[in-house]
C-alpha cells in the first residue's frame, strides 16, 4: 500500500536537530495551549516545515 499524502500537502521533519525540550518550551511549566505556539514558532524560526 502507498504511503498516504499528508493533510494539506506539508510535512514537518526534526531529523538531525539537538535542541532540548527545555530550549524549545522553557523550563517553567506551561499549559498545551502555550506549547503549541511555542513549537509553531521553532518549527517556522527553524523553517523546518516542507511542500
Do not use: H, N, Q
Not at 517553567?28 to 523546518?48: C, D, F, N
Amino acid at each position: 500500500m502507498a504511503a498516504k499524502k499528508p493533510f494539506g500537502g506539508m510535512t514537518v521533519s526534526f531529523a538531525g536537530r539537538s535542541d532540548s525540550m527545555e530550549s524549545v518550551f522553557g523550563s517553567k511549566a506551561i499549559p498545551p495551549s502555550e506549547m503549541t505556539k511555542k513549537l509553531w514558532a521553532y518549527v517556522k524560526g527553524k523553517k523546518l516545515m516542507k511542500k
